[in-house]
């Protein structure tokens, strides 16, 4: 099974990347199935249905949210009509679900999203969820385990690996907008700290530096915009998993707005 994640979908720069770019990196890559998160789609901030239904027709199958979610508050209508979760550690009456199970080509395959505890608003402890999740996954006997653990704080992430490594496909680190450089394969997951967005790449996080700017200068915050025009970058993860549930090879395809690639390699350890 060959799957595609795509991290924050930062605005309409981001949007119309996957719409140039998915289509065909679907058909030449044989990809089976294609996660991305949503929680910046819309403007930076949350999901509308009509973002939401422009991801899902150039090629997403479900999505993944985070501390975002909820920005657009019809999101809240939207879970029950589309493929899409928010962070399985919000409390049990926020609206939504955090676990989504799918059969792809007869295999049951598990996205979960968590949300990291630094700077993130009060959820339940990530870890402790996610490992109960994962437990009971596996004892309903699916394998093949997909993890969105959008945080902040590398050190999160990189504990969610050591935590459930050895009982998931992949953990992929989301939110923080900005690519890490240490994709690898560990005990059959892939790992990598942090995606990258797909959006613009020469603001600040996908924004229009101005607002942030003018906030480490003065202490004043004020709203934060995506530009209507900017460079812009897809960071686009595939990873192949084997019968198993485990990760085989990965690769991080940086793709380019005028189309260029740069491919980053993971494969299986070696002892
Ligand atoms: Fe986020």
Same mark, same amino acid.
Do not use: W
């Given at each position: 099974?060959?799957?595609?994640?795509? /991290?924050?979908?930062?605005?309409?720069?981001?949007? *119309?990347?996957?719409?140039?770019?998915?289509?065909?990196?679907?058909?030449?890559?044989?990809?089976?199935?294609?996660?991305?998160?949503?929680?910046?789609? %819309?403007?930076?901030?949350?999901?509308?249905? =009509?973002? &939401?239904?422009?991801?899902?027709? &150039?090629?997403?199958?479900?999505?993944?949210?985070?501390?975002? %979610?909820?920005?657009?508050?019809?999101?809240?209508?939207?879970?029950?009509?589309?493929?899409?979760?928010?962070?399985?550690? $919000?409390?049990?009456?926020?609206?939504?679900?955090?676990?989504? !199970?799918?059969?792809?080509?007869?295999?049951?395959?598990?996205?979960?999203?968590?949300?990291?505890?630094?700077? *993130?608003?009060?959820?339940?402890?990530?870890?402790?969820?996610?490992?109960?999740?994962?437990?009971?996954?596996?004892?309903?006997?699916?394998?093949?385990?997909?993890?969105?653990?959008?945080?902040?704080?590398? %050190?999160?992430? #990189?504990?969610?690996?050591?935590?459930?490594?050895?009982?998931?496909?992949?953990?992929? /680190?989301?939110?923080?907008?900005?690519?890490?450089?240490?994709? #690898?394969?560990?005990?059959?997951? &892939? $790992? +990598? @700290?942090?995606?990258?967005? @797909?959006? &613009?790449?020469?603001?600040? +996080?996908? *924004?229009?530096?101005?607002?942030?700017?003018?906030?480490?200068?003065? /202490?004043?915050?004020?709203?934060?915009?995506?530009?209507?025009?900017?460079? %812009?970058?897809?960071? +686009?993860?595939?990873?192949?998993?084997? =019968?198993?549930? =485990?990760?085989? !090879?990965?690769?991080?395809?940086?793709?380019?707005?005028? /189309?260029?690639?740069?491919?980053?390699?993971?494969?299986?350890?070696?002892?």
């Amino acid at each position: 099974m060959r799957i595609a994640f795509i /991290g924050d979908v930062v605005g309409k720069p981001g949007r *119309m990347m996957l719409q140039k770019y998915l289509p065909l990196l679907r058909e030449e890559h044989a990809i089976d199935f294609v996660i991305a998160n949503y929680e910046n789609a %819309s403007h930076g901030f949350g999901l509308t249905e =009509k973002n &939401c239904l422009e991801l899902l027709e &150039c090629g997403v199958d479900m999505m993944t949210g985070g501390n975002h %979610s909820f920005d657009k508050k019809e999101v809240l209508t939207l879970f029950d009509k589309y493929p899409l979760i928010r962070p399985a550690n $919000y409390p049990k009456s926020t609206p939504g679900t955090g676990v989504y !199970e799918v059969e792809v080509n007869g295999v049951q395959l598990a996205v979960v999203n968590i949300l990291g505890h630094y700077t *993130m608003p009060m959820v339940d402890n990530p870890f402790t969820v996610a490992d109960d999740i994962v437990e009971s996954l596996v004892q309903k006997n699916i394998k093949h385990i997909v993890i969105d653990m959008h945080a902040e704080a590398t %050190s999160e992430k #990189q504990a969610l690996l050591h935590i459930l490594g050895d009982k998931v496909s992949a953990i992929v /680190g989301t939110h923080t907008h900005v690519s890490t450089d240490d994709l #690898q394969i560990v005990k059959g997951c &892939c $790992y +990598i @700290t942090d995606l990258g967005l @797909t959006g &613009c790449r020469d603001g600040v +996080i996908g *924004m229009d530096p101005a607002s942030p700017i003018k906030r480490f200068m003065t /202490g004043i915050g004020s709203h934060f915009d995506v530009p209507d025009h900017c460079k %812009s970058i897809s960071h +686009i993860l595939l990873v192949d998993l084997d =019968k198993e549930g =485990k990760s085989l !090879e990965a690769k991080k395809l940086k793709i380019y707005d005028d /189309g260029s690639i740069v491919v980053t390699h993971a494969k299986k350890e070696i002892d």
